[in-house]
Protein backbone atom coordinates (compact mmCIF):
# COMPACT_ATOMS: atom_id res chain seq x y z
CA UNK A 1 0.00 0.00 0.00
CA UNK A 2 1.23 3.18 -1.01
CA UNK A 3 0.03 5.70 1.33
CA UNK A 4 2.17 6.53 4.18
CA UNK A 5 0.21 6.92 7.51
CA UNK A 6 3.29 8.39 9.19
CA UNK A 7 2.99 11.28 6.55
CA UNK A 8 -0.13 12.38 7.97
CA UNK A 9 0.28 12.72 11.44
CA UNK A 10 0.69 16.71 11.51
CA UNK A 11 -2.21 19.21 11.02
CA UNK A 12 -2.62 20.95 7.88
CA UNK A 13 -2.39 25.02 8.70
CA UNK A 14 -1.47 27.82 6.48
CA UNK A 15 0.04 24.96 3.82
CA UNK A 16 2.64 23.89 6.21
CA UNK A 17 2.61 20.28 8.44
CA UNK A 18 1.81 21.07 12.24
CA UNK A 19 3.00 18.95 14.68
CA UNK A 20 2.35 19.72 18.65
CA UNK A 21 3.77 17.85 21.60
CA UNK A 22 0.70 15.78 21.82
CA UNK A 23 -0.28 13.50 19.94
CA UNK A 24 -3.60 11.09 19.87
CA UNK A 25 -3.96 7.12 18.07
CA UNK A 26 -5.76 6.58 15.19
CA UNK A 27 -7.26 2.44 15.19
CA UNK A 28 -8.21 0.19 12.81
CA UNK A 29 -11.99 -0.76 13.61
CA UNK A 30 -11.52 -4.03 12.07
CA UNK A 31 -8.29 -5.62 13.88
CA UNK A 32 -8.21 -2.63 17.02
CA UNK A 33 -4.28 -1.94 15.77
CA UNK A 34 -2.82 1.60 16.37
CA UNK A 35 -1.68 2.53 12.47
CA UNK A 36 -0.69 6.34 13.18
CA UNK A 37 -0.79 9.20 15.87
CA UNK A 38 -1.79 12.55 15.16
CA UNK A 39 -1.38 15.91 16.33
CA UNK A 40 -3.27 17.04 18.92
CA UNK A 41 -4.14 20.50 18.86
CA UNK A 42 -5.19 22.61 21.81
CA UNK A 43 -7.38 25.61 21.86
CA UNK A 44 -4.94 28.24 21.16
CA UNK A 45 -3.41 26.04 18.33
CA UNK A 46 -6.82 26.46 16.86
CA UNK A 47 -7.50 29.82 17.54
CA UNK A 48 -4.09 30.53 15.69
CA UNK A 49 -5.48 28.97 12.73
CA UNK A 50 -8.75 30.74 12.16
CA UNK A 51 -6.04 33.55 12.33
CA UNK A 52 -4.68 31.89 9.69
CA UNK A 53 -7.57 31.48 7.54
CA UNK A 54 -8.32 34.76 8.05
CA UNK A 55 -5.44 35.86 6.65
CA UNK A 56 -6.00 33.94 3.56
CA UNK A 57 -9.51 35.32 2.63
CA UNK A 58 -8.78 38.59 0.95
CA UNK A 59 -6.85 37.23 -1.62
CA UNK A 60 -8.73 34.27 -1.96
CA UNK A 61 -12.27 36.03 -1.93
CA UNK A 62 -10.82 38.35 -4.71
CA UNK A 63 -9.48 35.81 -6.70
CA UNK A 64 -11.97 35.40 -10.25
CA UNK A 65 -14.59 32.54 -9.88
CA UNK A 66 -13.25 31.20 -12.55
CA UNK A 67 -9.69 31.00 -11.42
CA UNK A 68 -10.92 29.45 -8.22
CA UNK A 69 -12.94 26.87 -10.01
CA UNK A 70 -9.56 26.59 -12.16
CA UNK A 71 -7.52 25.61 -8.05
CA UNK A 72 -11.05 23.36 -7.00
CA UNK A 73 -10.86 21.47 -10.84
CA UNK A 74 -7.02 20.20 -9.85
CA UNK A 75 -8.22 18.96 -6.53
CA UNK A 76 -10.91 16.89 -8.34
CA UNK A 77 -8.22 15.61 -10.21
CA UNK A 78 -6.07 14.66 -7.31
CA UNK A 79 -8.59 12.62 -6.09
CA UNK A 80 -9.32 10.29 -8.49
CA UNK A 81 -6.10 10.00 -9.65
CA UNK A 82 -5.67 8.95 -5.79
CA UNK A 83 -8.86 7.07 -5.54
CA UNK A 84 -6.88 3.79 -4.76
CA UNK A 85 -4.69 5.35 -2.08
CA UNK A 86 -7.66 7.68 -0.87
CA UNK A 87 -10.07 4.15 -0.66
CA UNK A 88 -6.98 1.78 1.06
CA UNK A 89 -6.47 4.32 3.98
CA UNK A 90 -9.98 4.87 4.24
CA UNK A 91 -10.59 1.39 4.69
CA UNK A 92 -8.01 0.73 7.04
CA UNK A 93 -9.06 3.71 9.16
CA UNK A 94 -12.75 3.64 8.84
CA UNK A 95 -13.31 0.36 8.52
CA UNK A 96 -15.95 0.54 5.20
CA UNK A 97 -15.22 -2.24 2.18
CA UNK A 98 -13.05 -1.11 -0.41
CA UNK A 99 -15.77 -1.07 -3.03
CA UNK A 100 -17.42 1.91 -1.06
CA UNK A 101 -14.25 3.35 -0.10
CA UNK A 102 -13.21 3.31 -3.64
CA UNK A 103 -16.76 5.21 -4.59
CA UNK A 104 -16.67 7.60 -1.86
CA UNK A 105 -13.30 9.14 -3.13
CA UNK A 106 -15.58 9.43 -6.66
CA UNK A 107 -18.10 11.50 -4.85
CA UNK A 108 -15.66 13.57 -2.77
CA UNK A 109 -14.31 14.42 -6.25
CA UNK A 110 -17.69 14.82 -8.02
CA UNK A 111 -18.17 17.81 -5.27
CA UNK A 112 -15.23 19.70 -6.60
CA UNK A 113 -16.11 19.37 -10.22
CA UNK A 114 -19.49 20.33 -9.58
CA UNK A 115 -19.06 23.66 -6.98
CA UNK A 116 -15.59 24.16 -9.52
CA UNK A 117 -18.48 25.00 -12.15
CA UNK A 118 -21.63 26.62 -9.56
CA UNK A 119 -18.90 29.31 -8.47
CA UNK A 120 -19.21 30.75 -11.95
CA UNK A 121 -22.75 31.13 -12.11
CA UNK A 122 -23.29 32.90 -8.76
CA UNK A 123 -25.51 35.22 -10.03
CA UNK A 124 -27.03 38.56 -7.96
CA UNK A 125 -29.84 40.25 -9.61
CA UNK A 126 -31.20 43.35 -10.77
CA UNK A 127 -34.64 44.81 -9.17
CA UNK A 128 -37.30 46.37 -11.28
CA UNK A 129 -37.52 49.83 -9.53
CA UNK A 130 -40.92 51.57 -8.49
CA UNK A 131 -38.70 54.79 -8.61
CA UNK A 132 -37.23 56.80 -11.39
CA UNK A 133 -34.24 57.92 -9.71
CA UNK A 134 -33.20 54.50 -7.82
CA UNK A 135 -31.79 51.53 -9.22
CA UNK A 136 -31.71 48.16 -7.40
CA UNK A 137 -29.67 45.17 -7.80
CA UNK A 138 -27.88 42.41 -5.55
CA UNK A 139 -24.90 40.95 -5.00
CA UNK A 140 -23.00 37.38 -4.04
CA UNK A 141 -20.41 37.60 -1.56
CA UNK A 142 -18.28 35.06 0.09
CA UNK A 143 -19.77 34.88 3.57
CA UNK A 144 -15.87 34.86 5.35
CA UNK A 145 -14.21 32.40 7.27
CA UNK A 146 -16.42 28.86 7.42
CA UNK A 147 -15.41 26.44 9.70
CA UNK A 148 -16.46 22.26 9.35
CA UNK A 149 -16.82 19.68 11.62
CA UNK A 150 -17.52 15.82 10.32
CA UNK A 151 -17.94 13.50 11.09
CA UNK A 152 -16.41 9.89 10.78
CA UNK A 153 -18.65 7.98 8.80
CA UNK A 154 -17.82 9.31 5.28
CA UNK A 155 -14.67 10.87 6.21
CA UNK A 156 -13.59 12.15 3.09
CA UNK A 157 -16.87 12.65 1.12
CA UNK A 158 -18.86 14.98 4.19
CA UNK A 159 -15.30 17.24 4.17
CA UNK A 160 -15.06 17.74 0.47
CA UNK A 161 -18.79 18.41 0.76
CA UNK A 162 -17.94 21.79 3.09
CA UNK A 163 -14.80 22.46 1.51
CA UNK A 164 -15.90 22.25 -2.37
CA UNK A 165 -18.47 24.85 -1.62
CA UNK A 166 -16.90 27.42 0.70
CA UNK A 167 -13.63 27.71 -1.70
CA UNK A 168 -15.99 27.91 -4.93
CA UNK A 169 -18.21 30.62 -2.66
CA UNK A 170 -14.78 32.66 -1.95
CA UNK A 171 -14.42 31.29 1.51
CA UNK A 172 -11.40 30.10 3.24
CA UNK A 173 -11.72 27.09 5.60
CA UNK A 174 -10.83 25.97 8.78
CA UNK A 175 -11.83 21.72 9.18
CA UNK A 176 -11.95 19.61 11.89
CA UNK A 177 -12.47 15.74 11.73
CA UNK A 178 -13.58 13.13 13.72
CA UNK A 179 -11.01 11.76 16.17
CA UNK A 180 -11.35 8.70 15.31
CA UNK A 181 -10.96 9.72 11.45
CA UNK A 182 -8.39 12.99 11.17
CA UNK A 183 -6.12 10.68 8.23
CA UNK A 184 -9.01 10.84 5.85
CA UNK A 185 -8.97 14.84 6.18
CA UNK A 186 -5.32 14.96 6.01
CA UNK A 187 -5.07 13.23 3.01
CA UNK A 188 -7.30 15.13 1.17
CA UNK A 189 -5.21 18.16 2.60
CA UNK A 190 -1.89 16.85 1.04
CA UNK A 191 -4.05 16.67 -2.33
CA UNK A 192 -5.04 20.16 -1.67
CA UNK A 193 -1.66 20.80 -1.20
CA UNK A 194 -0.25 19.11 -4.27
CA UNK A 195 -3.26 20.79 -6.36
CA UNK A 196 -1.60 24.03 -5.04
CA UNK A 197 -4.73 25.55 -2.95
CA UNK A 198 -2.96 28.64 -2.01
CA UNK A 199 -1.31 28.04 1.81
CA UNK A 200 -4.45 29.21 4.71
CA UNK A 201 -7.50 28.56 2.32
CA UNK A 202 -7.77 24.99 3.23
CA UNK A 203 -6.74 23.77 6.83
CA UNK A 204 -6.95 20.80 9.04
CA UNK A 205 -7.00 20.74 13.05
CA UNK A 206 -6.79 17.67 14.22
CA UNK A 207 -7.62 17.72 18.30
CA UNK A 208 -8.91 15.02 20.97
CA UNK A 209 -10.69 17.68 22.05
CA UNK A 210 -13.94 18.39 20.28
CA UNK A 211 -15.11 20.64 22.69
CA UNK A 212 -12.04 22.91 22.49
CA UNK A 213 -12.48 23.07 18.92
CA UNK A 214 -16.53 23.72 18.83
CA UNK A 215 -16.23 26.72 21.13
CA UNK A 216 -13.00 28.28 19.00
CA UNK A 217 -15.27 28.32 16.20
CA UNK A 218 -18.43 29.23 17.74
CA UNK A 219 -16.61 32.15 19.65
CA UNK A 220 -14.56 33.41 16.76
CA UNK A 221 -16.36 36.66 15.45
CA UNK A 222 -14.35 35.93 12.39
CA UNK A 223 -15.93 32.62 11.86
CA UNK A 224 -19.25 33.46 9.67
CA UNK A 225 -19.98 30.21 8.68
CA UNK A 226 -19.88 27.20 11.33
CA UNK A 227 -20.90 23.70 8.83
CA UNK A 228 -21.17 20.81 10.98
CA UNK A 229 -22.28 17.15 10.04
CA UNK A 230 -22.89 14.70 12.77
CA UNK A 231 -25.43 14.22 15.69
CA UNK A 232 -28.02 15.75 16.64
CA UNK A 233 -27.69 16.62 20.01
CA UNK A 234 -23.90 18.22 19.59
CA UNK A 235 -25.54 20.15 16.61
CA UNK A 236 -27.54 21.58 19.25
CA UNK A 237 -24.92 22.60 21.49
CA UNK A 238 -23.26 24.31 18.13
CA UNK A 239 -26.33 25.92 18.04
CA UNK A 240 -26.57 27.14 21.50
CA UNK A 241 -22.94 28.39 21.79
CA UNK A 242 -22.90 30.27 18.16
CA UNK A 243 -25.57 32.50 19.15
CA UNK A 244 -23.35 34.73 20.56
CA UNK A 245 -21.91 35.75 17.38
CA UNK A 246 -25.15 35.14 15.41
CA UNK A 247 -23.13 32.85 13.06
CA UNK A 248 -24.46 30.93 9.98
CA UNK A 249 -24.92 27.34 10.41
CA UNK A 250 -25.44 24.35 8.73
CA UNK A 251 -26.04 21.96 10.39
CA UNK A 252 -26.68 18.25 8.66
CA UNK A 253 -27.75 16.24 12.02
CA UNK A 254 -29.55 13.02 12.33
CA UNK A 255 -32.14 10.95 10.93
CA UNK A 256 -34.15 8.35 11.44
CA UNK A 257 -34.99 7.37 7.86
CA UNK A 258 -38.32 5.52 7.14
CA UNK A 259 -38.57 2.73 4.01
CA UNK A 260 -41.93 2.14 2.94
CA UNK A 261 -42.57 -1.31 1.05
CA UNK A 262 -46.30 -1.27 -0.65
CA UNK A 263 -48.06 -4.26 -2.16
CA UNK A 264 -47.43 -2.70 -5.97
CA UNK A 265 -43.87 -2.35 -5.47
CA UNK A 266 -41.70 -4.78 -7.09
CA UNK A 267 -39.89 -7.07 -5.04
CA UNK A 268 -36.69 -7.18 -6.62
CA UNK A 269 -36.58 -3.48 -6.35
CA UNK A 270 -37.15 -2.94 -3.06
CA UNK A 271 -35.42 -5.84 -2.27
CA UNK A 272 -32.48 -4.30 -3.52
CA UNK A 273 -33.10 -0.78 -2.54
CA UNK A 274 -33.40 -1.87 1.09
CA UNK A 275 -29.98 -3.68 0.87
CA UNK A 276 -28.40 -0.55 -0.46
CA UNK A 277 -30.48 2.46 1.87
CA UNK A 278 -29.49 -0.01 4.81
CA UNK A 279 -26.35 -2.01 4.68
CA UNK A 280 -24.09 0.62 3.21
CA UNK A 281 -21.17 1.55 5.28
CA UNK A 282 -22.37 -1.31 7.89
CA UNK A 283 -25.86 0.93 8.50
CA UNK A 284 -23.54 4.25 9.59
CA UNK A 285 -25.12 6.51 7.47
CA UNK A 286 -27.05 9.68 8.44
CA UNK A 287 -29.49 8.50 5.07
CA UNK A 288 -29.75 4.58 6.84
CA UNK A 289 -33.31 3.00 6.77
CA UNK A 290 -34.13 2.74 9.93
CA UNK A 291 -37.26 1.47 10.21
CA UNK A 292 -39.04 -0.49 7.55
CA UNK A 293 -42.41 -0.35 7.43
CA UNK A 294 -44.42 -3.27 4.66
CA UNK A 295 -47.32 -2.97 3.89
CA UNK A 296 -49.46 -6.67 5.09
CA UNK A 297 -50.11 -8.43 0.95
CA UNK A 298 -46.58 -8.46 0.15
CA UNK A 299 -44.65 -8.97 4.08
CA UNK A 300 -44.32 -12.31 4.14
CA UNK A 301 -42.78 -12.30 0.10
CA UNK A 302 -40.59 -9.50 1.05
CA UNK A 303 -39.02 -10.56 4.02
CA UNK A 304 -38.08 -14.28 2.54
CA UNK A 305 -36.54 -12.30 0.23
CA UNK A 306 -34.91 -9.72 2.28
CA UNK A 307 -33.04 -12.85 4.62
CA UNK A 308 -32.06 -14.21 1.55
CA UNK A 309 -30.17 -11.55 0.48
CA UNK A 310 -28.93 -10.50 3.61
CA UNK A 311 -27.44 -13.99 4.09
CA UNK A 312 -25.15 -13.60 0.95
CA UNK A 313 -23.74 -11.04 2.36
CA UNK A 314 -20.14 -11.01 3.78
CA UNK A 315 -19.22 -9.36 7.23
CA UNK A 316 -15.17 -9.50 7.60
CA UNK A 317 -12.23 -6.61 7.31
CA UNK A 318 -13.15 -4.18 4.30
CA UNK A 319 -9.77 -4.78 3.18
CA UNK A 320 -10.45 -8.60 2.47
CA UNK A 321 -12.11 -9.51 -1.35
CA UNK A 322 -15.51 -9.99 -1.02
CA UNK A 323 -16.17 -8.47 1.80
CA UNK A 324 -19.51 -6.34 2.11
CA UNK A 325 -20.29 -5.75 5.64
CA UNK A 326 -17.43 -3.79 7.66
CA UNK A 327 -16.99 -3.50 11.28
CA UNK A 328 -18.77 -0.59 12.77
CA UNK A 329 -16.61 2.63 13.99
CA UNK A 330 -16.17 1.18 17.97
CA UNK A 331 -17.07 -1.40 20.54
CA UNK A 332 -19.36 1.28 22.01
CA UNK A 333 -21.29 1.18 18.39
CA UNK A 334 -21.65 -2.10 18.88
CA UNK A 335 -22.95 -2.24 22.68
CA UNK A 336 -25.70 0.60 21.23
CA UNK A 337 -27.11 -1.69 18.64
CA UNK A 338 -26.94 -4.96 21.03
CA UNK A 339 -29.30 -2.68 23.50
CA UNK A 340 -31.10 -1.66 20.58
CA UNK A 341 -31.77 -5.25 19.76
CA UNK A 342 -32.83 -6.89 23.18
CA UNK A 343 -35.12 -4.31 24.03
CA UNK A 344 -37.09 -5.28 20.53
CA UNK A 345 -36.60 -8.76 20.83
CA UNK A 346 -37.96 -8.46 24.74
CA UNK A 347 -40.46 -6.22 23.59
CA UNK A 348 -41.80 -9.18 21.15
CA UNK A 349 -39.98 -9.10 17.82
CA UNK A 350 -38.82 -12.07 16.01
CA UNK A 351 -35.13 -12.25 14.97
CA UNK A 352 -35.16 -13.93 11.23
CA UNK A 353 -31.53 -13.64 10.73
CA UNK A 354 -28.88 -12.27 12.78
CA UNK A 355 -29.66 -10.59 16.69
CA UNK A 356 -26.24 -10.60 17.90
CA UNK A 357 -22.22 -9.46 17.94
CA UNK A 358 -20.66 -11.32 15.56
CA UNK A 359 -17.26 -13.51 16.63
CA UNK A 360 -15.43 -11.63 13.91
CA UNK A 361 -14.34 -8.93 16.51
CA UNK A 362 -15.07 -6.62 19.19
CA UNK A 363 -16.06 -3.68 16.20
CA UNK A 364 -18.10 -6.53 14.26
CA UNK A 365 -21.84 -6.89 14.56
CA UNK A 366 -24.26 -9.55 13.00
CA UNK A 367 -26.53 -8.11 9.25
CA UNK A 368 -29.70 -8.64 11.46
CA UNK A 369 -33.70 -8.47 9.84
CA UNK A 370 -35.75 -8.18 13.36
CA UNK A 371 -39.56 -8.46 12.60
CA UNK A 372 -42.82 -7.47 14.09
CA UNK A 373 -40.95 -4.95 15.95
CA UNK A 374 -43.67 -3.44 18.63
CA UNK A 375 -44.38 0.31 18.71
CA UNK A 376 -42.38 1.36 21.88
CA UNK A 377 -39.16 -0.04 20.92
CA UNK A 378 -36.08 1.93 21.13
CA UNK A 379 -34.55 -0.11 17.61
CA UNK A 380 -37.74 2.90 16.19
CA UNK A 381 -37.17 5.94 17.66
CA UNK A 382 -32.93 6.20 18.01
CA UNK A 383 -30.68 5.82 15.18
CA UNK A 384 -29.48 2.75 14.97
CA UNK A 385 -26.32 2.92 13.38
CA UNK A 386 -25.54 -0.38 12.60
CA UNK A 387 -26.58 -3.60 10.22
CA UNK A 388 -30.17 -4.17 11.73
CA UNK A 389 -33.27 -3.63 9.70
CA UNK A 390 -36.99 -3.65 11.83
CA UNK A 391 -39.78 -4.71 10.31
CA UNK A 392 -43.01 -3.54 11.33
CA UNK A 393 -46.17 -4.67 8.89
CA UNK A 394 -48.64 -2.01 7.92
CA UNK A 395 -52.30 -1.99 6.47
CA UNK A 396 -53.24 1.79 4.62
CA UNK A 397 -51.29 4.33 3.18
CA UNK A 398 -52.33 7.24 5.70
CA UNK A 399 -51.14 4.73 8.69
CA UNK A 400 -47.52 3.72 7.18
CA UNK A 401 -47.45 7.70 6.32
CA UNK A 402 -48.35 8.82 10.02
CA UNK A 403 -45.96 6.29 11.31
CA UNK A 404 -43.36 7.44 9.10
CA UNK A 405 -44.21 10.99 10.01
CA UNK A 406 -43.80 10.74 13.51
CA UNK A 407 -40.32 11.53 14.74
CA UNK A 408 -39.17 14.63 15.64
CA UNK A 409 -36.10 14.33 13.09
CA UNK A 410 -37.03 14.14 8.74
CA UNK A 411 -33.66 13.92 7.04
CA UNK A 412 -34.61 10.57 4.24
CA UNK A 413 -37.66 8.85 3.81
CA UNK A 414 -37.73 5.90 1.16
CA UNK A 415 -40.46 4.60 -0.41
CA UNK A 416 -41.20 1.52 -3.15
CA UNK A 417 -44.76 1.56 -5.02
CA UNK A 418 -45.43 1.03 -8.64
CA UNK A 419 -48.51 3.39 -8.18
CA UNK A 420 -47.44 6.67 -9.72
CA UNK A 421 -49.87 8.41 -8.11
CA UNK A 422 -48.99 7.03 -4.87
CA UNK A 423 -45.20 7.92 -5.49
CA UNK A 424 -46.41 11.82 -6.19
CA UNK A 425 -48.30 11.45 -3.00
CA UNK A 426 -45.48 10.26 -1.11
CA UNK A 427 -43.27 12.47 -2.42
CA UNK A 428 -45.47 15.47 -0.92
CA UNK A 429 -46.62 13.96 2.55
CA UNK A 430 -43.73 12.51 3.93
CA UNK A 431 -42.07 15.04 6.16
CA UNK A 432 -38.10 14.61 4.82
CA UNK A 433 -35.85 16.69 3.08
CA UNK A 434 -34.74 14.08 0.36
CA UNK A 435 -37.63 11.32 -0.51
CA UNK A 436 -36.67 8.36 -2.72
CA UNK A 437 -38.95 6.83 -4.45
CA UNK A 438 -37.78 3.20 -5.71
CA UNK A 439 -34.38 3.64 -5.53
CA UNK A 440 -31.81 3.37 -2.32
CA UNK A 441 -29.43 5.67 -2.69
CA UNK A 442 -30.42 9.59 -3.40
CA UNK A 443 -27.20 11.28 -2.55
CA UNK A 444 -25.71 12.99 -5.32
CA UNK A 445 -23.62 16.32 -5.99
CA UNK A 446 -26.03 17.93 -7.94
CA UNK A 447 -29.17 17.97 -6.19
CA UNK A 448 -29.31 19.84 -2.26
CA UNK A 449 -28.70 17.75 0.36
CA UNK A 450 -30.20 18.21 4.15
CA UNK A 451 -33.03 17.66 6.65
CA UNK A 452 -36.01 19.41 8.08
CA UNK A 453 -37.33 18.93 11.58
CA UNK A 454 -34.26 18.16 13.94
CA UNK A 455 -32.45 16.79 11.10
CA UNK A 456 -31.04 20.04 10.36
CA UNK A 457 -30.81 23.45 8.68
CA UNK A 458 -29.20 24.43 5.38
CA UNK A 459 -28.57 22.04 1.89
CA UNK A 460 -25.30 20.99 0.80
CA UNK A 461 -24.51 20.04 -3.05
CA UNK A 462 -26.92 21.02 -5.57
CA UNK A 463 -26.92 24.85 -6.21
CA UNK A 464 -28.29 25.42 -3.02
CA UNK A 465 -25.23 24.22 -1.61
CA UNK A 466 -23.33 27.79 -2.54
CA UNK A 467 -25.71 29.68 -0.59
CA UNK A 468 -24.92 28.64 2.61
CA UNK A 469 -21.15 30.58 2.19
CA UNK A 470 -22.27 33.56 0.70
CA UNK A 471 -23.78 36.76 1.64
CA UNK A 472 -26.63 38.56 -0.31
CA UNK A 473 -25.50 42.21 -0.52
CA UNK A 474 -28.64 44.73 -1.86
CA UNK A 475 -27.24 48.12 -3.80
CA UNK A 476 -29.25 51.04 -3.74
CA UNK A 477 -27.92 52.96 -6.58
CA UNK A 478 -29.48 56.54 -6.82
CA UNK A 479 -29.31 57.99 -10.16
CA UNK A 480 -30.28 61.95 -9.57
P1 LIG B 1 -20.87 13.37 16.73
O1 LIG B 1 -20.47 12.77 18.02
O2 LIG B 1 -21.80 14.51 16.77
O3 LIG B 1 -19.50 13.77 16.03
C1 LIG B 1 -19.46 14.50 14.84
C2 LIG B 1 -18.34 15.52 14.92
O4 LIG B 1 -18.60 16.42 15.99
C3 LIG B 1 -16.97 14.91 15.20
O5 LIG B 1 -15.99 15.65 14.51
C4 LIG B 1 -16.83 15.11 16.69
O6 LIG B 1 -15.51 15.13 17.12
C5 LIG B 1 -17.46 16.46 16.84
N1 LIG B 1 -17.88 16.79 18.21
C6 LIG B 1 -18.26 15.96 19.21
N2 LIG B 1 -18.55 16.68 20.32
C7 LIG B 1 -18.36 17.97 20.01
C8 LIG B 1 -18.48 19.20 20.74
N3 LIG B 1 -18.87 19.24 22.02
N4 LIG B 1 -18.20 20.35 20.09
C9 LIG B 1 -17.78 20.35 18.81
N5 LIG B 1 -17.63 19.22 18.07
C10 LIG B 1 -17.93 18.06 18.67
O7 LIG B 1 -21.51 12.36 15.74
P2 LIG B 1 -21.05 10.88 15.46
O8 LIG B 1 -21.76 10.00 16.39
O9 LIG B 1 -19.59 10.79 15.34
O10 LIG B 1 -21.62 10.74 13.97
C11 LIG B 1 -22.81 10.16 13.69
C12 LIG B 1 -23.92 11.18 13.61
O11 LIG B 1 -23.71 12.04 12.49
C13 LIG B 1 -25.25 10.53 13.37
O12 LIG B 1 -26.24 11.12 14.16
C14 LIG B 1 -25.52 10.79 11.91
O13 LIG B 1 -26.85 10.77 11.54
C15 LIG B 1 -24.90 12.11 11.73
N6 LIG B 1 -24.59 12.32 10.33
C16 LIG B 1 -25.36 13.21 9.66
C17 LIG B 1 -25.13 13.43 8.32
C18 LIG B 1 -25.98 14.40 7.58
O14 LIG B 1 -25.56 14.84 6.52
N7 LIG B 1 -27.14 14.79 8.07
C19 LIG B 1 -24.10 12.76 7.66
C20 LIG B 1 -23.32 11.86 8.40
C21 LIG B 1 -23.59 11.66 9.74
P3 LIG B 1 -14.82 13.84 17.82
O15 LIG B 1 -15.07 12.69 16.90
O16 LIG B 1 -13.42 14.23 17.86
O17 LIG B 1 -15.49 13.67 19.14
Redesign the pocket.
Same mark, same amino acid.
Given at each position: MSVNFDDLGNAYVGGAWQSTARDFPVENPATGETIARVADLDRAQIDAAIGTAAAALPAWSARSAHERAAVLKRWAAALLAGQEDGARLMTAEQGKPLAEARAEVAFAASFFEWFAEEAKRAYGEVIPSPFPSKRYSTLRQPAGVAAA??????PIA?LARKAAAALAAGCTMVA? /?? =??TPLCALWLARLADEAQVPAGVFNVVTT?D? /?A =??AAFCESGVVRVLS???????GK??FRQSAATVKRLAL????NAPLLVFDDADLDVAVAGTLAAKFRNAGQ??VSANRVYVQAGIHAAYVERLVEAVRRLRVGDGRDDGVTIGPLITPKAVAKVERLVRDALARGARALIGGAPHPRGACFFEPTVLDDVRAGSALLAE?I?GPVVPVVRFETEAEAVAQANAVDVG?AAYAFTRDLSRAVRLSESLQAGIVAINEGLPSVAVAP?G?IKE??LGREGGRQGLDEYMDTKFVCLGVG
Open positions: ITPWNFMK /PA =AESA /P =AGFTGSTAVLLELGGTCEFLFGSG
